[in-house]
C-alpha cells in the first residue's frame, strides 16, 4: 500500500476538509445518520460541491427534492452547480417522485444496482438510502445491497449514503454500520441559545490523519456550512 489517495473536497470559504484529515479516501463507503432536520442533506450538499469543485463527477440520487428544489437548494447555499449539470459532471437523479404516491415499488433497490450510469462517476450519493430500503416492497437483503456497494468501492469509486435511524430496523441498521469505512452521525444542540448542528465522525476506518471527532457546523444561506471552532465535550 502506498500513500492513500485522498479525493479533495476543499474550499477557500471553509477548513471542512482539514477537519476531517485533509480530504476524502478513494474506496470509501460513508454513513451519514441522523434524524429529520439535523443536517444530514446539507452535508450531503457540502461535499458533492467539494468534489465538484475539485473536478470529481459526481451522482446525486435524492429521494428529498425534484431537481429544480435541488438546484435552488444549492445556489441558496451559494453552492452553485449549473454548470457542473449541464457539462455532465454531475448527475442528478430525483427518485422523489417514486416515493411521494407511498406505495411500495417492487425491485427498487435492484434497479438502483443495475443502473450502471450510476456508477459511472467517481462519487456517488443517495440521500437518503433509508427511504429507498423502506420504500422497497421486494424483500430487499440489505447485506447484498452494501456487498454491492463494496464492489464499487474497490474500484477506488467513494459512495456516501444518509440514514434516518427512525425508518429502518435496528437489524438493517447494524448492517450498514459495519459496512462503513467512516460512520458520522448528526445531531441538533444548542449552543449559548443558538442552534447548532454537530456532526460526530464515530468510525473513520481509513483516516488519513488526524481528524477532529466532533465538528460543530451552522447552515447560512449565501454561505453554505458554517464550520465552528466551538468545541463540544
Given at each position: 500500500m502506498g500513500i492513500m489517495e485522498l479525493a479533495r473536497i476543499d474550499l477557500s470559504r471553509d477548513d471542512l476538509d482539514k477537519r476531517i484529515g485533509g480530504g476524502i479516501p478513494h474506496g470509501s463507503l460513508i454513513i451519514i445518520e441522523g434524524e429529520e432536520s439535523t443536517g444530514k442533506s446539507v452535508l450531503c450538499q457540502r461535499l458533492a460541491y467539494g468534489?465538484?469543485?475539485?473536478?470529481?463527477?459526481?451522482?446525486?440520487?435524492?429521494t428529498q427534492l425534484t431537481t429544480l428544489e435541488f438546484i435552488k437548494q444549492m445556489n441558496s447555499l451559494n453552492y452553485s452547480i449549473n454548470k457542473k449539470l449541464l457539462s455532465g459532471a454531475l448527475l442528478y437523479i430525483p427518485v422523489y417522485p417514486l416515493i411521494a404516491d407511498n406505495k411500495k415499488k417492487d425491485g427498487f433497490l435492484k434497479k438502483v444496482m443495475e443502473t450502471r450510469a450510476f456508477y459511472e462517476k467517481d462519487v456517488i450519493i443517495f440521500d437518503s438510502i433509508s427511504a429507498l430500503i423502506a420504500n422497497d416492497a421486494s424483500e430487499v437483503n440489505v447485506d447484498d445491497l452494501m456487498a454491492f456497494f463494496k464492489r464499487i468501492t474497490a474500484l477506488?469509486?467513494?459512495?456516501?449514503?444518509t440514514v434516518n435511524p427512525k425508518e429502518l430496523p435496528e437489524s438493517v441498521l447494524t448492517i450498514i454500520r459495519t459496512s462503513a469505512t467512516m460512520l458520522i452521525r448528526t445531531e441538533l444542540f444548542t449552543f449559548g441559545g443558538d442552534l447548532k448542528n454537530l456532526a460526530k465522525i464515530l468510525k473513520y476506518n481509513?483516516?488519513?490523519?488526524?481528524?477532529?471527532?466532533?465538528?460543530?457546523?451552522?447552515?447560512?444561506?449565501?454561505?453554505?456550512?458554517?464550520?465552528?471552532?466551538?468545541?463540544?465535550a
Open positions: 468534489f465538484l469543485q475539485n473536478r470529481y463527477s459526481v451522482t446525486y440520487v435524492s477506488k469509486k467513494i459512495i456516501i449514503c481509513m483516516a488519513p490523519g488526524s481528524y477532529q471527532k466532533n465538528i460543530v457546523f451552522r447552515v447560512e444561506p449565501k454561505i453554505g456550512i458554517a464550520v465552528e471552532i466551538a468545541s463540544v
